[in-house]
């Protein structure tokens, strides 16, 4: 009876203070949904299936469209904003102020390591100037431009046209990525890869399925507080932690393969070879028509490209910690719209989506479309 008694005086108390902790946290706070003891859990679960959108129905009720999010027990706490001058005080402003912070890391770094995207002061500072001269340069530009039309003549391109003769529909979602991740490690590697299914090479194959493993579990891990069960499960290496390190051990494999490839071909030829978002949801920075895709708001009336404050639209980030990847990712992308959409015509499969009736998407860190989005092809004529 005695312990009972303990128990339920240990419960008053932690309430007690979890409540107080709240209370001093900030008076402007806006928390919807809180619960004393278990925060917003409660509803984390309940919206899994819509997050993004959830969480953007929040930042539009917000006042000041700020919202602080609590884990069960006090365990994690959030501050998210869509308000661009908070962001740009945290990005650009006060950027040395603010770092990744120890919960983004301990989900993160078996996966990253102290790499450029997870490491904070003088270190990151360091990795930044050397990515920032490498993806400046022109040699790096050429190769990119290279790899790509590579990539769109041997690999997209054949595959698709196979896919429209044979009348067989295509998971265009799917396509894509595999083609973006072939892309990106030919870049990175100097390693021509594919992992289309059809000709996909079994060591691409796997590499990529453990790439995409790793990527999902230690994004979720950002999401949710660290616990005594995942400390466990990483200490017995089972479950998720066993999943998350046999991909990283695959990637590791495969990169230091390349490295010693490269160290031998050098060696034996004495030289080296010579040939990398919320706010765009609220009403008051877009307009009442903010959800509609309308590809003519980011021109003016003479046709030009308007150019947005990155605070306001980060989709690359903005500030110091700005993607120095974006120009290669925008050369990307508009290569391959244009040479999909001039050579063939495109018909979803799935019903059309609308306001009224969205498409479901998988909380990963792509925000993939659940189910894929599949098309058929049609040469143009």
């Known amino acids: 009876m005695e312990i009972t008694h303990i128990a339920v005086l240990f419960f008053l108390f932690t309430t007690v203070l979890l409540y107080a902790r709240r209370r001093r946290a900030s008076p402007s706070a806006y928390c919807p949904h809180p619960h004393t003891v278990l925060g917003n859990t ?164 796997a590499l990529f399925k453990a790439f995409d493993t790793a990527v999902e579990i230690s994004f979720m891990r950002t999401l949710t507080p660290s616990t005594p069960v995942r400390k466990l499960t990483k200490l017995l290496n089972v479950g998720k932690s066993r999943r998350l390190r046999e991909a990283i051990g695959v990637i590791d494999n495969h990169a230091m393969s390349v490295i010693e490839a490269k160290e031998a071909t050098q060696r034996n030829n004495n030289q080296a070879e010579g040939d990398p978002d919320l706010l765009s949801r609220m009403e008051k920075l877009w307009s009442e028509n903010f959800l509609e895709f309308l590809p003519e708001r980011w021109l003016s009336d003479d046709g030009e490209f308007v150019a947005v404050d990155a605070a306001q639209y980060p989709v690359f980030h903005a500030g110091p910690r700005a993607c120095p990847g974006k120009e290669m990712a925008y050369l990307q ?43 058929q092809l049609k040469i143009r004529d």
Request: charged share 20%.
């Open 42 to 205: 409660v509803e984390f679960i309940r919206n899994r299936g819509r997050f993004f959108d959830w969480y953007t129905d929040m930042l539009r009720a917000a006042p000041s469209n700020t919202i602080e999010a609590w884990g069960p027990f006090g365990a994690s706490h959030a501050v998210t904003t869509a308000d661009p001058a908070a962001v740009d005080h945290l990005l650009r402003a006060k950027f040395a102020n603010y770092n990744r912070g120890a919960q983004f890391r301990a989900a993160q770094s078996d996966l990253i390591g102290d790499g450029i995207f997870g490491a904070d002061g003088r270190l990151w500072s360091l990795q930044r100037k050397l990515a920032s001269y490498a993806f400046s340069s022109r040699s790096l530009r050429r190769f990119t431009q290279d790899v790509l039309a590579v990539h769109l003549g041997r690999r997209l391109l054949p595959f698709l046209e196979a896919a429209a003769l044979s009348g067989e529909a295509v998971d265009l979602q799917e396509t894509l990525r595999r083609f973006a991740f072939d892309n990106i490690c030919h870049v990175a590697f100097g390693v021509e890869s594919s992992t289309f299914l059809e000709w996909g090479d079994p060591q691409h194959q």
């Open 333 to 375: 992308m508009k290569t391959v719209a244009a040479a999909v959409l001039r050579r063939f015509t495109l018909n979803v499969q799935a019903p059309t989506a609308s306001m009224e009736s969205p498409p479901a998407y998988e909380m990963t860190g792509g925000m993939k479309i659940l189910g894929g989005l599949h098309v």
